[in-house]
């Protein structure tokens, strides 16, 4: 079974600066997929950014990069340049690479990391 | 391409009472996930349908149940509410596209309260 640990419970940042959220897993699999997700006080659950474990570069979409180190097995969530809109819940997810189409899938989620962005 | 939908968006039921819960996916998506939130427990998963078959499914009573439809759309049903199963449920879609891409688009959850 796969494990998901957010340690941060919470954590500020005023806007325009950069913060990093910080994301543990533990799994005896070798394929799978590491996400980012945010969750707004609206409860959409939006998709930040995306790693594929096979992939030694590290994901990046915008303002938002990961650190993604295999061997560590720690995958952490940079936000540069934070604004506002950004105050949200943060969640670290895991979903192992599904041996062929028709295999299952699930997401496994941490505990998340509620950020707030200050003016 | 419009985006999960799930409704109703809100629901109060009594225990003992059953729900139905619907979600349809983002077009052209085949997979459909189910995952209860609450304070306590965080995010768990529920199930996944795929072709209109459960693929993999979570540590959770036979009361809860689900369905695909040959559109692709979902149902997930509670039988006998409990107090316990006040959550926000989200359901995800799917490309489910072998080699592509498995990330799951979620949306705006059913709110449901058992009193």
């Known amino acids: 079974a796969q494990t998901v640990t957010q340690s941060q419970p919470e954590m500020s940042v005023q806007e325009a600066e950069t913060v990093t959220l910080s994301c543990t897993y533990d799994?005896?699999?070798?394929?799978?997929?590491l996400f980012w997700y945010k969750q707004p006080p609206s409860r959409q659950m939006i998709l930040v950014i995306r790693?594929?474990?096979?992939?030694?570069q590290n994901a990046t979409e915008n303002r938002f990069s990961v650190n993604f180190q295999k061997a560590a097995k720690s995958f952490s969530l940079k936000i540069s340049d934070s604004q506002l809109g950004d105050t949200a819940m943060y969640f670290c997810?895991?979903?192992?690479?599904?041996?062929?189409?028709?295999?299952?899938?699930?997401?496994?989620f941490g505990e998340g990391t509620q950020l707030t962005v200050n003016p | 391409k419009a985006g999960v939908t799930q409704t109703p968006r809100y629901l109060i039921k009594t225990r003992g009472q059953q729900v139905t819960l619907s979600c349809s996916p983002i077009?052209?998506?085949?997979?459909v996930s189910w995952y209860q939130q609450t304070p306590g427990q965080g995010l768990q998963f529920l199930f996944e349908?795929?072709?209109?078959?459960?693929?993999n499914k979570g540590n959770f009573p036979g009361r809860f149940s689900g369905r695909q439809f040959s559109n692709s759309r979902s149902e997930m049903n509670v039988s006998t509410l409990e107090l316990g199963d006040s959550a926000l449920y989200l359901c995800?879609?799917?490309?489910?596209?072998?080699?592509?891409?498995?990330?799951?688009?979620f949306g705006p959850g059913t709110r449901l309260t058992v009193t």
């Open positions: 349908y795929f072709s209109e078959t459960q693929r």
């Open positions: 799994t005896s699999e070798s394929n799978y997929y």
């Open positions: 997810a895991f979903m192992k690479t599904a041996l062929e189409e028709t295999s299952g899938s699930r997401l496994t």
């Open positions: 790693q594929e474990a096979y992939k030694q």
């Open positions: 077009s052209g998506h085949r997979s």
């Open positions: 995800a879609s799917s490309p489910r596209r072998w080699g592509l891409s498995y990330e799951q688009y």
